[in-house]
């Protein structure tokens, strides 16, 4: 079955350093997804990605899909304590039903 | 618009007792779906539902049934609780199905004794 592997586990950070999380799928995946979750609180989309090399941005925030369609990225420019979250990524292949990557733990420490 | 909610909030269970979960949502979508959320394992997907009447086994559903009777509302049912299901639930919709945005619910922290 497919496989989302997400790295890193966790990552901590000094405000306004860069942040980047990475996502990678064993298939060919038709979209992927990313989603927030802040402390305590439940996941919230923040984008989906369907063509290969897609890139989107929002504001500090900038995704990406790879050429082959089995990998993206999610990159933080300067960092704030707002950030602070989980982020996962959910890929689609074939099937019915999104799989998420166990997500990235972001820190942001002021 | 309320979106997505789910009642109860936090429960305790001990072992053995059977409980349900209710989840609703006032979007008018047709895509309903239950996850559970375990540390360090990300979402994983227990039961779904493509519309009213209709359910479908997702990645982890032994131990759990689930109904959707009305458009509305998707139960999901423990029949009898176990420690290994102590975990968060949550519940999602979407309009497009999988391939669009899913609108998550609170949540609700289960603990089975």
């Known amino acids: 079955g497919q496989q989302v592997m997400q790295i890193p586990q966790y990552q901590h950070v000094q405000e306004g350093e860069d942040f980047t999380t990475y996502c990678n799928s064993s298939?060919?995946?038709?979209?992927i997804q990313w989603y927030k979750q802040r402390p305590g609180g439940h996941p919230v989309f923040l984008i989906q990605?369907?063509?290969?090399?897609e890139v989107k941005k929002q504001k500090r925030l900038t995704f990406q899909f790879g050429e082959a369609k089995k990998n993206s990225s999610l990159h933080i420019t300067a960092t704030q304590t707002t950030d602070v979250g989980t982020y996962f990524c959910?890929?689609?292949?074939?099937?019915?039903?999104?799989?998420f990557g166990k997500g990235t733990s972001l820190l942001v420490t002021p | 618009n309320a979106g997505v909610t789910q009642t109860p909030k936090f429960r305790v269970l001990k072992t053995g007792q059977s409980m349900t979960l209710l989840c609703a949502q006032d979007?008018?979508?047709?895509?309903m779906y239950w996850y559970r959320q375990d540390p360090g394992m990300g979402l994983r997907l227990i039961h779904y539902?493509?519309?009213?009447?209709?359910?479908a086994k997702g990645e982890v559903p032994d131990g759990y049934n689930v109904s959707r009777l009305k458009k509305q509302n998707f139960l999901l049912g423990l029949e009898s609780a176990a420690p290994s299901q102590t975990s968060v639930y949550f519940c999602?919709?979407?309009?497009?199905?999988?391939?669009?945005?899913?609108?998550f619910g609170p949540g609700t922290r289960l603990t089975v004794l």
């Open positions: 990605l369907v063509k290969s090399g």
């Open positions: 298939t060919t995946l038709s979209n």
């Open positions: 999602a919709s979407s309009y497009r199905g999988v391939a669009g945005e899913q609108f």
């Open positions: 539902s493509v519309g009213e009447g209709t359910t």
């Open positions: 979007m008018n979508h047709e895509y």
């Open positions: 959910a890929g689609l292949d074939s099937g019915y039903a999104l799989n």
